[in-house]
Every structure is written in structure tokens, then in C-alpha cells.
């Protein structure tokens, strides 16, 4: 593997990371993504045709190339998750309020 992103650089592109994960940057970019109809909730890629455009772009490593796209994903639908439950709460206090914001000014 080549060598360690500089973790004092921020924020990082994909040029910054060894070869294996630039390759899976471009893999996963490659695969489709799934939506729940009724929803629009994001599901993740369909994994389906890995296997087939690893053998179209000649992957030399498709076992470690698979797993950096595993672990990419995973992060991608972590952050999804944490922006769904804020976008939700943030929702859920507009409702309770009944859309408006008040403030009150109490000196005692």
C-alpha cells in the first residue's frame, strides 16, 4: 500500500490517499445508488455489477478494493443517517412549535 494521508491537511482529496483507495473512489463512483420509492430514503449502491465492472477496469486487487469501498460506504451512510435525524429533529421542533419561533426577554 502507499503512503498515509497527512491528517493535518484538511480537507483531503481523493489525490491524497495510496492508489488502492483512489481506485476504489472511482469503483464505488461507479456503482448506482438505491432510493426507497415511497420514502426517497437513500439505501445505499447496488452492489450487482461489482464484480463485472472490476473485470471491465482490469482490478488488479478486487479484495482490498472491495473492502475500501465497504468501509466508504459505511461512512457515506453514517453521515446520510446523522444529516436524516437532524434534518427530522429539526422538523420535529418546528411542528411542536407550530412553526413559529418566539422569544422571551425576563428580567427578574
Wanted: with cysteine.
Amino acid at each position: 500500500m502507499g503512503v498515509l494521508p497527512d491528517p493535518t491537511k484538511m480537507p483531503l482529496g481523493p489525490s491524497d490517499f495510496p492508489d488502492e483507495v483512489q481506485v476504489a473512489f472511482f469503483m464505488f463512483d461507479l456503482l448506482s445508488d438505491t432510493w426507497e420509492g415511497t420514502s426517497g430514503s437513500y439505501l445505499g449502491k447496488n452492489w450487482a455489477h461489482c464484480e463485472h465492472i472490476f473485470s471491465i477496469h482490469g482490478v488488479s486487487d478486487p479484495t482490498v478494493t472491495l473492502y475500501f469501498m465497504k468501509l466508504y460506504e459505511h461512512i457515506i451512510m453514517r453521515y446520510r443517517l446523522e444529516k436524516q435525524e437532524e434534518r427530522r429533529k429539526q422538523s420535529e421542533r418546528k411542528s411542536q412549535q407550530g412553526g413559529k419561533t418566539y422569544t422571551h426577554n425576563v428580567r427578574g
